[in-house]
């Protein structure tokens, strides 16, 4: 059966990617209240980045004259979080347009289904978490192919089996390590382990496509020490806080003391509804999402001499110092 895209009437996204690179966006510092020069350390006037004032009506950019320091001189007195939570598509690693996008649309080839995710499409169905609810909303939208049963139960068991089979094309992918770790999750993670903050990543995301991403980019000895929450773990995936949730009372943590790494919208809003602290870096299909609400808002983690922020500036910003 010849394959045809398939396409809905729905705006464009960038799907510029951040995978090697610091360099797509200046840092950006988010708070609950208006800042100002008075409200941070002198040691972090050093160069030029932008701060949003949420106070306005409408979100404006104002140009001023301080960067975050990341170092550990530069919040030497932080407390550090108890535990240190990541995303894992788009944080750890850019997966989402060459790989979980590939990953289904070999599938619907395979299946003979006559559908194509094409670049922008992903980006908006990406608004809707996990693999399987995103198949599901997009059927019901556009129409089930030919080939799909006719019950729901049978329908859900359909979906099922193309997202078994999406997620082994895509841990094909990590496992021949053809796409990379973002940079500075590594070395953030090493500074987290080493210091005894527990760590775990929180995904959407199958647990095994998670697993994969885990033990063969970020190696054995790190993975052994991640704790992974995962796929259907929970009833309700992200923008609902179930996962978050789970993994602070899992690891014996108090959400308060808890910092988020993620980069998307509904993962920033899953974040703050289970009263934790989030840090947004962007990925390439989530540069032009609303971070309103996040506490501080990066390109990317970074690794040095592109290091955008470290353990240190979690521990700040979990003591909302830069908040006035």
Same mark, same amino acid.
């Given at each position: 059966?010849?394959?045809?895209?398939?396409?809905?009437?729905?705006?464009?996204?960038? $799907?510029?990617?951040? @995978?090697? $690179?610091? @360099?797509?966006?200046?840092?950006?510092?988010?708070?609950?209240?208006?800042?100002?020069?008075?409200?941070?350390? #002198?040691?972090?006037?050093? #160069?030029?980045?932008?701060?949003?004032?949420?106070?306005?009506?409408?979100?404006? !950019?104002?140009?001023? $004259?301080?960067?975050?320091?990341?170092?550990?001189?530069?919040?030497? #007195?932080? @407390?550090?979080?108890?535990?240190?939570?990541?995303?894992?598509?788009?944080?750890?690693?850019?997966?989402?347009?060459?790989?979980?996008?590939?990953?289904?649309?070999?599938?619907?080839?395979?299946?003979?289904?006559?559908?194509?995710?094409?670049?922008?499409?992903?980006?908006?169905?990406?608004?809707?978490?996990?693999?399987?609810?995103?198949?599901?909303?997009?059927?019901?939208?556009?129409?089930?192919?030919?080939?799909?049963?006719?019950?729901?139960? +049978?329908?859900?068991?359909?979906?099922?089996?193309?997202?078994?089979?999406?997620?082994?094309?895509?841990?094909?992918?990590?496992?021949?390590?053809?796409?990379?770790?973002?940079?500075?999750?590594?070395?953030?993670?090493?500074?987290?382990?080493?210091?005894?903050?527990?760590?775990?990543?929180?995904? @959407?995301?199958?647990?095994?496509?998670?697993?994969?991403?885990? #033990?063969?980019?970020?190696?054995?000895?790190?993975?052994?020490?991640?704790?992974?929450?995962?796929?259907?773990?929970?009833?309700?995936?992200?923008?609902?806080?179930?996962?978050?949730?789970?993994?602070?009372?899992?690891?014996?943590?108090?959400?308060?003391?808890?910092?988020?790494?993620?980069?998307?919208?509904?993962?920033?809003?899953?974040?703050?509804?289970? +009263?934790?602290?989030?840090?947004?870096?962007?990925?390439?299909?989530?540069?032009?999402?609303?971070?309103?609400?996040?506490?501080?808002?990066?390109?990317?983690?970074?690794?040095?001499?592109?290091?955008?922020?470290?353990?240190?500036?979690?521990? $700040?910003?979990?003591?909302? !110092?830069?908040?006035?």
């Amino acid at each position: 059966m010849a394959s045809t895209t398939i396409s809905l009437s729905l705006p464009s996204f960038s $799907s510029s990617s951040s @995978t090697h $690179s610091c @360099t797509q966006t200046k840092p950006s510092i988010f708070s609950h209240h208006q800042l100002t020069r008075k409200n941070l350390p #002198s040691s972090l006037f050093t #160069s030029t980045t932008f701060l949003y004032n949420r106070t306005a009506t409408r979100t404006q !950019q104002i140009s001023t $004259s301080f960067k975050v320091k990341c170092s550990a001189a530069a919040s030497s #007195s932080a @407390t550090l979080p108890s535990a240190l939570l990541f995303d894992c598509d788009g944080v750890l690693v850019d997966t989402e347009k060459d790989g979980h996008r590939i990953s289904f649309n070999d599938t619907f080839k395979e299946k003979e289904l006559g559908v194509t995710w094409d670049v922008d499409l992903y980006g908006e169905l990406l608004k809707i978490g996990g693999g399987k609810e995103r198949m599901t909303a997009y059927f019901n939208k556009t129409g089930w192919p030919e080939r799909a049963p006719k019950s729901e139960e +049978e329908r859900k068991e359909f979906i099922a089996s193309l997202h078994k089979r999406k997620t082994e094309l895509f841990m094909a992918l990590i496992e021949n390590r053809l796409l990379p770790l973002r940079p500075g999750v590594a070395k953030l993670i090493d500074q987290a382990l080493g210091k005894g903050v527990k760590v775990a990543v929180c995904s @959407t995301s199958n647990e095994k496509a998670v697993s994969a991403v885990v #033990s063969c980019l970020l190696g054995p000895e790190r993975a052994e020490k991640i704790k992974i929450f995962a796929g259907d773990v929970v009833p309700r995936k992200k923008p609902d806080p179930a996962i978050y949730t789970l993994a602070a009372n899992t690891l014996g943590v108090d959400p308060s003391s808890c910092v988020v790494v993620e980069d998307s919208a509904i993962g920033l809003a899953a974040a703050k509804a289970a +009263e934790m602290t989030c840090i947004v870096t962007k990925s390439g299909y989530t540069a032009d999402e609303d971070f309103l609400n996040a506490d501080a808002v990066f390109d990317c983690i970074g690794d040095p001499p592109e290091e955008r922020f470290d353990l240190a500036f979690c521990g $700040s910003v979990l003591q909302k !110092q830069y908040v006035s």
